[in-house]
C-alpha cells in the first residue's frame, strides 16, 4: 500500500510562488506520479505529471493552463515529488492531489481514473 502526505500549500497573492511536496512511503522506477487539483464547485483536472522511469518522452506533463509556470520534479532519494508554483493566478486557487499509479504516464496522464493511490490534499489560496 502507497501512502501519500501533501505539504507546502498556502495562501498567497496574486503574482507570487509555492512549492508543494508529496512525501511517498515508496518511490520506485515505472510510477507515474501526478499532481492533480479541485475547485470548489469544479471536477478535478490534472496538472501535472511526471513519469519515475527512463522514459525521455513521458519525463513530464503538464496542462495548457500551467504550462510555463509550474514545474513537477523528484527527489529519488527522499522519495518526493514536488510542485513549483510560479506566477499564480486567483484561478489556481483549489485543493491540489497528489496521485500514483504502475505504469507510464501516457497521452492520458490527466485521466484520474488511472491512479490508484491519492493523498489527502492540501489547501492553495490566490489572492488578487
Known amino acids: 500500500l502507497v501512502q501519500l502526505v501533501e505539504s507546502g500549500g498556502g495562501s498567497v497573492q496574486a503574482g507570487g510562488s509555492l512549492r508543494l511536496s508529496c512525501a511517498a512511503s515508496?518511490?520506485?522506477?515505472?510510477?507515474?506520479m501526478g499532481w492533480f487539483r479541485q475547485a470548489p464547485g469544479k471536477e478535478r483536472e490534472g496538472v501535472a505529471a511526471m513519469y519515475t522511469g527512463n522514459i525521455i518522452r513521458d519525463s513530464s506533463h503538464y496542462a495548457d493552463s500551467v504550462k510555463g509556470r509550474f514545474t513537477v520534479s523528484r527527489d529519488n532519494d527522499k522519495n518526493t515529488l514536488y510542485l513549483q508554483m510560479n506566477n499564480l493566478k486567483p484561478e489556481d486557487t483549489a485543493i491540489y492531489y497528489c496521485a500514483q499509479f504502475d505504469n507510464v504516464c501516457g497521452r492520458t496522464w490527466f485521466d484520474s481514473s488511472r491512479y490508484m493511490y491519492w493523498g489527502q490534499g492540501t489547501q492553495v489560496t490566490v489572492s488578487s
Open positions: 515508496q518511490l520506485t522506477n515505472g510510477n507515474c
